[in-house]
């Protein structure tokens, strides 16, 4: 479940400033309060549980899929590794609908 949690706050973090504009002019402190605020609202919709608890697992689930507090844009969400050198058209990307990268 932890896992789960960590690897929507990396992708967010990973995402946010690719896909939004205001992102990419928020200064660094702006950033860095948002991601600590998203990290805060992660720990509470799921707290740490242990491996086998089932029940803790959906009830993380359920609450990223309708987590208001992720800044993920409707159009989806391009998912790829670093390939500076091509543009953008050109580079190997994943297209997620948002519900599908939340139910993740």
Same mark, same amino acid.
């Given at each position: $479940? =932890?896992?789960?949690?960590?690897?929507?706050?990396?992708?967010?973090? &990973? !995402? &946010?400033?690719?896909? /939004?504009?205001?992102?990419?002019? $928020? %200064?660094? *402190?702006? @950033? #860095? #309060? $948002?991601?600590?605020? $998203?990290?805060?609202?992660?720990? *509470? &919709?799921? %707290? =740490?549980?242990?491996?086998?608890? /089932?029940?803790?697992?959906?009830?993380?689930?359920?609450?990223? *899929?309708?987590?208001?507090? @992720? %800044?993920? &844009?409707? #159009?989806?969400?391009?998912?790829?590794?670093? *390939?500076?050198?091509?543009?953008?058209?050109? =580079?190997?990307?994943?297209?997620?609908?948002?519900? !599908?990268?939340?139910?993740?």
């Amino acid at each position: $479940m =932890r896992r789960i949690a960590l690897k929507l706050l990396a992708a967010a973090a &990973v !995402v &946010v400033p690719a896909f /939004t504009a205001q992102a990419n002019a $928020m %200064p660094r *402190q702006q @950033l #860095e #309060e $948002m991601a600590s605020k $998203m990290a805060t609202q992660l720990a *509470q &919709v799921c %707290p =740490r549980a242990g491996y086998n608890d /089932t029940a803790a697992y959906r009830s993380c689930a359920d609450a990223l *899929q309708n987590a208001t507090f @992720l %800044p993920i &844009v409707q #159009e989806g969400i391009l998912w790829g590794g670093d *390939q500076a050198t091509l543009k953008i058209k050109k =580079r190997h990307l994943t297209h997620f609908n948002t519900k !599908v990268f939340q139910a993740m």
